[in-house]
T-cell receptor, first 112, second 112 residues
């Protein structure tokens, strides 16, 4: 039973399209995150939600909009996709007050 | 982002070798230190987690933190081909535990 699961695993789309990535965790954690890993494997935080409330919002274009319908889900919607958005996006979760984060398998987004 | 520096390698060693991986950092507020292992096309997997300075051992893996030098290490004893992966160091401040700052990762290959 996967702890942090993301869908889809692969996403190929054209510039200008809007797409969503879904994330679910069954660990009972109350904090969820989106990280972006660029082509050089560098992982950087984008957003963090705690109990459905946004607590971290890094310098990310406002074309990226996270949504957390409940503690177990954090989705990422991206508008007007650009070539530079191509990357692997990871969802993660942790307990509030813990630095131990558990990551999903990633969504490899390719914008053509 | 230069807060966490990590040599990307690649590092290639024979099976059975002792592997030493390390990271340096500049932010003295970091208190939590982690090592993640990431296999190709997979999500990062938490390997070791330490708080403040000191050593922690788990099987063949030993994590060391020297806060005075702002330097952390991961040692792998009796390395195995299955240890071949990218190793990412990550750090967190006490105030925003979930915000992890990652190194770029060191790609390790253990050949039989």
């Amino acid at each position: 039973d996967t702890a942090v699961s993301q869908t889809p695993k692969y996403l190929v789309t054209q510039m200008g399209n809007d797409k969503s990535i879904k994330c679910e965790q069954n660990l009972g954690h109350d904090t969820m995150y989106w990280y972006k890993q660029d082509s050089k494997k560098f992982l950087k935080i984008m957003f963090s939600y705690n109990n459905k409330e946004l607590i971290i919002n890094e310098t990310v274009p406002n074309r990226f909009s996270p949504k957390s319908p409940d503690k177990a889900h954090l989705n990422l919607h991206i508008n007007s996709l650009e070539l530079g958005d191509s990357a692997v996006y990871f969802c993660a979760s942790s307990l509030q007050g813990s630095a131990e984060a558990f990551f999903g398998q990633g969504t490899r987004l390719t914008v053509v | 982002q230069k807060e966490v520096e990590q040599d990307p390698g690649p590092l290639s060693v024979p099976e059975g070798a002792i592997v030493s991986l390390n990271c340096t950092y500049s932010n003295s507020a970091f208190q939590y230190f982690m090592w993640y292992r990431q296999y190709s096309r997979k999500g990062p997997e938490l390997l070791m987690y330490t708080y403040s300075s000191g050593n922690k051992e788990d099987g063949r893996f030993t994590a060391q933190v020297d806060k005075s030098s702002k330097y952390i290490s991961l040692f792998i004893r009796d390395s195995q081909p299955s240890d071949s992966a990218t190793y990412l160091c990550a750090m967190s401040e006490g105030s925003t535990l979930g915000r992890l700052y990652f190194g770029r990762g060191t790609q390790l290959t253990v050949w039989p």
